[in-house]
Structure formats: structure tokens, C-alpha cells
């Protein structure tokens, strides 16, 4: 029977992408969103790229309006799901029927210190609206900055930061980058990193305590790293403390099927979701992943078995130390490329890995190539010789 009520918990992409799917699906019935933020979505990786160096209003996180017309209910936080009466309960106690929802309630930052460290306004992270005002405001002193965490988020923070004139220090326990792009790629950004005035301290993070009202850093083998500013960008934790006692999560994850479904009238897409890939079970907590992901629940949620499969084919991008690059296939990605067009050293360059699989993943730096030209170079079977130009 098709739905005739949806709740979608949920307003950034996953949230937007599913309202805006079920209606292109047909869904023509009763739709409500459900966010815990004031604003309408936006772009989250925007903020760490184009929205942190943008002058006077920020705009580059901006997107264009929804076209599902729902029922949106902002600044609302879901606290439970109750599977038998088909409910959503909301923090203000009343609760939302449904006969669908969509579990798209993403992930939030995780912190290196205490409450006390994060109240003093001396260590930021990067996740939302409100952290990237913040950051834009206490950048404008030009402080000192300790970026902790080598991902591809950290690196951006740390070309931001450099970018408006701080000196920076990047704390990480592992190459930066490699292990998000491998050995290869990772020694391109590095370089960048390095030639940009980049300071790096190859070390693990193990606390961060207050002295004198500055943080300081303190790292594996008793030594300390003091700055006027800690931005950590130390990974995600997805929010499923409300579906604690749904009976949805497996050893503490919400694992969907293919479809993004974990029952027939229940769906999840996002950071939130773990999915099965071709290499594995798991969270794959990225944009385009999301929008794909959001897209094939929605139409689940409406057309069950007849819906199609999620035919998921990853795509990375970063922009740091000016470099861009795009990505297309699994990463990371070892040893050199098979092909290369260019030389990512020296101005841009497109490549290409073949895995044992059969499979491949193309990497554009600094190269100006269609998406849909990326991804069939990836593809299995891509003659390497071929111009990508």
C-alpha cells in the first residue's frame, strides 16, 4: 500500500534530496521535514572550501529552493521512534504519525576536549553553519592555529586558515591525506601544503587542556602544542541516539539494504546510514554519496522491490593550497597510476588506478574535465592511453 503520510528527520542534502525525490517519484500525499537547524540546507562542504574565504556575506553554501513543498518544521529535534505506533517523537513531546519516514539525521563532529575546552571558544570544529561563522569570526584577529587531523577536512581548514593570513600547525598521527587518497596523492598535497607555509607536527593528539585561557595541544609522548585557536577535525559520529530503542541498529549501526531500506515503511540515507558497496558495509560520509543514497531511498519508500538498487559509484572532491581535485572510484588509491595525462606537480593532471577487481578510479588535479567524463575513465576496461582532454 503506498504511503500516504511521510515523515522525513532530517533538513540538510539527505533530508532535502529524499522531499524533493518523493515528489518527482509521485508521492502526492502528507510530507513533513523535520530539522534540528533554523536554516533551510546548504552546502556543508562549502564551508570548509569557497564559504570560509568568501568576503562580506557568506553566499557559496547556498542552495536552490526545495521543490517538495512539505511541512517543514525547523529547529525541531526528533528523540525517538516508535516503530509500533508509527511515530516520530519530538523534544517538545508531541509526536509525528507517519506511515513512512526517512532517517536522515546525518552525523556531528567529533571533539578532541572536554565541554569545559569547547565552552571557551578555543576549540572549534567544522559541521555546521553556526561553526563556520564562528571560525570566520576568530579568524579575522589572524590568531595562531593548531588544525588537529590530516583528512581531507583538516587540510581544507588549514588552507583556510592560512589563506587569511595565520601561522599553522597541522597535528597528525599519519601522512596527511593518505589515507583518504594513498601515498601517491597524498605527497602532491603535501608538497602544496608545505610550499604554502604549512608547519606540520607528525604526532597523535591525545588531550586538549586550557592554560591561561589558551588550548594546548597535548600529544603522544608527553609533549605539548600551544596556539590562540584549535580547530579539530577529528572525524564524525553519526546521530542514532534517538533510535536507541527502535530496534534498528545492528552492533550499533543502521544498516540498510540496498534500497536503503531496513523495513518496508523504514528508510535511511546519509552519514547516518551504513550501505552495502562493492567493498563492504559502511558509511561512506560524503555529497554526492548522500544526494545518491537519498535518491534511491525515497523512491523505495514509494515503489518497494520495483524501486531500482543503488548502483553506487564513489566521487571525491577537495580544494586546498590550490589545488582541486575530483575523484572518481574507490580510494584509496596505492602505488602509481597506470595513466597519467600532465603531471599533477606541475600544473594538473588526470590519472588513472586499475584495481584487482577490475575496476578503476580516475583523479583530475587542477583539470578542467566533465564529471561524466571522470567517471567513464574510471570504468573498467578505459583504454589508459586514451586523451581525457
Avoid at 567544522?126 to 589572524?142: M, P
Avoid at 597535548?218 to 546521530?239: C, F, I, K, Q
Amino acid at each position: 500500500m503506498r504511503p500516504e503520510r511521510i515523515v522525513v528527520v532530517g533538513n540538510g542534502i539527505a533530508g532535502l534530496t529524499a522531499g524533493d525525490s518523493l515528489r518527482t517519484a509521485g508521492f502526492d500525499g502528507e510530507l513533513t521535514i523535520v530539522g534540528d537547524e533554523q536554516h533551510s540546507p546548504y552546502s556543508r562542504p562549502a564551508l570548509s572550501k569557497a564559504a570560509l574565504l568568501d568576503a562580506g556575506d557568506m553566499a557559496s553554501h547556498r542552495l536552490p529552493p526545495s521543490t517538495h513543498e512539505a511541512r517543514e518544521l525547523l529547529g525541531a529535534r526528533a528523540v525517538r521512534l516508535d516503530v509500533e505506533k508509527k511515530a516520530v517523537v519530538l523534544d517538545d513531546g508531541s509526536s509525528l504519525p507517519y506511515d513512512g519516514v526517512v532517517i536522515a539525521t546525518g552525523s556531528r563532529a567529533r571533539r578532541l576536549g572536554d565541554g569545559n575546552i569547547a565552552a571557551n571558544g578555543n576549540e572549534l570544529t567544522l559541521r555546521n553553519l553556526e561553526d563556520a561563522l564562528a571560525l570566520r569570526h576568530r579568524l579575522a584577529d589572524r590568531p595562531s592555529v593548531v588544525v588537529v587531523g590530516g583528512s581531507a577536512l583538516g587540510m581544507e581548514i588549514a588552507s583556510g586558515c592560512l589563506s587569511v593570513g595565520c601561522e599553522v600547525t597541522l597535528v597528525s598521527h599519519h601522512r596527511p591525506m593518505a589515507r583518504q587518497l594513498g601515498p601517491y596523492l597524498s605527497e602532491v598535497f603535501l608538497a602544496a601544503a608545505r610550499s604554502s607555509g604549512l608547519k606540520l607536527a607528525p604526532s597523535q593528539a591525545v588531550g586538549l587542556h586550557d592554560a591561561g585561557g589558551h588550548p594546548v595541544v597535548e600529544l603522544a609522548g608527553g609533549s605539548r602544542l600551544g596556539a590562540d585557536l584549535v580547530v579539530s577535525a577529528v572525524g564524525d559520529v553519526p546521530n542514532t541516539e534517538w533510535l536507541a530503542s527502535s530496534g534498528l541498529l545492528a552492533h550499533g549501526r543502521l544498516e540498510v539494504d540496498t534500497r536503503g531500506r531496513l523495513r518496508p515503511d523504514i528508510v535511511a540515507a546519509g552519514d547516518v546510514a551504513a550501505f552495502p558497496t562493492a567493498r563492504g558495509v559502511g558509511r561512506i560520509p560524503l555529497w554526492t554519496s548522500t544526494i545518491e543514497q537519498s535518491k534511491a531511498a525515497a523512491l523505495a519508500l514509494v515503489k518497494g522491490d520495483e524501486a531500482p538498487e543503488l548502483d553506487f559509484q564513489p566521487y571525491f572532491w577537495t580544494e586546498q593550497f590550490g589545488l582541486n581535485l575530483k575523484a572518481s572510484g574507490f580510494l584509496p588509491l596505492a602505488g602509481m597510476p597506470g595513466f597519467s595525462e600532465g603531471d599533477p606537480h606541475e600544473g594538473g593532471a588526470i590519472m588513472r588506478w586499475s584495481h584487482e577487481d577490475g575496476t578503476g578510479t580516475a583523479v583530475a588535479i587542477n583539470y578542467r574535465i566533465p564529471i561524466p567524463k571522470l567517471r567513464r575513465l574510471s570504468k573498467a576496461g578505459s583504454p589508459a592511453g586514451s586523451s581525457a582532454a
